[in-house]
């Protein structure tokens, strides 16, 4: 999958600020498919709802703590689905514990990206992630 302005992103964070840091430099960035959501039970709506339309999600940027669903979970959901096993998935997330990259890693995160976030890692860990 190349990297392009036509990539197809969700943003999932509770944080209306996070959301609109992340979306500020993507769209900076020359991207035009962004979609957000501030849950991971809406965010796994709108992957099935953008898979029905036959335009799928093809790129998943996370926080690892929300309400109801937290992207740990929404992870494990991606991960364990037939559908969307094989989208890119990087946590952005303030927890930088060893536990926490861990539980992750055994999930099969394609990357972890500690808060405040810097545009080059977030850029190259998009690339690494989509090429992979």
Do not use: C
């Amino acid at each position: 999958m190349a990297l392009s302005a036509n990539l197809k992103i969700l943003i999932v964070d509770d944080s209306e600020i996070s959301i609109g840091i992340v979306k500020g430099v993507l769209k900076r960035k020359g991207f035009k498919q962004i979609l957000t959501s501030y849950n991971g039970d809406e965010a796994k709506q709108i992957l099935q709802a953008e898979y029905d339309t036959g335009n799928p999600v093809e790129l998943i940027l996370s926080d690892w703590e929300m309400p109801r669903l937290k992207g740990i979970d929404l992870l494990n959901f991606v991960r364990q689905s037939n559908i969307f096993a094989h989208i890119p998935f990087i946590m952005i997330t303030v927890n930088n514990d060893i536990e926490h990259v861990a539980e992750a890693i055994s999930l099969g995160i394609s990357s972890y990206i500690v808060k405040p976030i810097n545009v080059e890692v977030l850029m190259r860990k998009i690339s690494d992630s989509i090429k992979s």
